[in-house]
């Protein structure tokens, strides 16, 4: 059984940057960060694969958050810069026993396997 636990949220101010950690037990062969805003649906931001390391950013992250593994530390993070007001919400790591080869299908579905309970990130002016 996987079990994943965020941390590393907080309030930043728009142009900061915060490093989100996600602690991983049990094997994966995916895993990605998700986010939710108030009143809206839950969304991918990033993927790796835990294997190659091979990694996909959405388009609205690219350039300013990394996604990245310690697999000594079995940790996941998200490394995540030049925030902006619409990157406020609560992140969400998650986990698949499965391969996942389509990084733009996967983003778009919650349909993973694994979750944690959220960190909450707020982007203030």
């Known amino acids: 059984h996987v079990q994943l636990v965020e941390s590393g949220g907080g309030t930043v101010q728009a142009g900061g940057s915060l490093r989100l950690s996600c602690a991983v037990s049990g094997l994966t062969y995916a895993m990605a960060w998700f986010r939710q805003a108030p009143g809206q649906e839950r969304e991918g931001v990033a993927t790796i694969n835990p294997h190659s390391a091979t990694s996909y950013l959405v388009d609205s992250v690219k350039g300013r958050f990394t996604i990245s593994q310690d697999n000594a530390k079995n940790t996941l993070y998200l490394q995540m810069d030049n925030l902006r007001l619409e990157d406020t919400g609560k992140y969400y790591c998650?986990?698949?026993?499965?391969?996942?080869?389509?990084?733009?299908?996967?983003?778009?579905?919650?349909?993973?396997?694994?979750w944690g309970q959220g960190t909450q990130v707020t982007v203030s002016s």
């Open positions: 998650t986990a698949d026993y499965i391969y996942r080869s389509n990084p733009t299908m996967d983003m778009k579905t919650t349909d993973w396997t694994y």
